[in-house]
Nanobody, 121 residues
Framework: QVQLVESGGGLVQPGGSLRLSCAAS????????MGWYRQAPGKQRELVAK???????NYPESVKGRFTIAIDNAKNTVILQMNSLRPDDTAVYSC???????????????WGRGTQVSVSS
């Protein structure tokens, strides 16, 4: 059993910063990818950032240059630093991880419960 526990989020003014953290725990053999998605009301879920266990990161154009993702393999934790936040960044942010629970199993996707990020003056 794998669990993802998110922390961070909240209300911030435009131009401000927030830091999200997601820790994976349980039966983890290897983490392939960890990342964050977000979903705003009435909109489809979209990728915010993802990072491989080797540290290769990807961002969509909407957050590139403002958001930074980092992974701590020793702690099975991914951090999302969000700077220069805008009102259109308001959404529920959910952590996900692509994890193998043993050397005999394939990889499966796991999700956190989500945390609200609100950007408003």
């Amino acid at each position: 059993q794998v669990q993802l526990v998110e922390s961070g989020g909240g209300l911030v003014q435009p131009g401000g910063s927030l830091r999200l953290s997601c820790a994976a725990s349980g039966d983890i053999f290897r983490i392939d990818v960890m990342g964050w998605y977000r979903q705003a009301p009435g909109k489809q879920r979209e990728l915010v950032a993802k990072i491989s266990g080797g540290g290769s990161a990807n961002y969509p154009e909407s957050v590139k240059g403002r958001f930074t993702i980092a992974i701590d393999n020793a702690k099975n934790t991914v951090i999302l630093q969000m700077n220069s936040l805008r009102p259109d960044d308001t959404a529920v942010y959910s952590c996900y991880a692509h994890i193998a629970v043993s050397r005999y199993n394939g990889y499966d996707d796991y999700w956190g419960r989500g945390t609200q990020v609100s950007v408003s003056s």
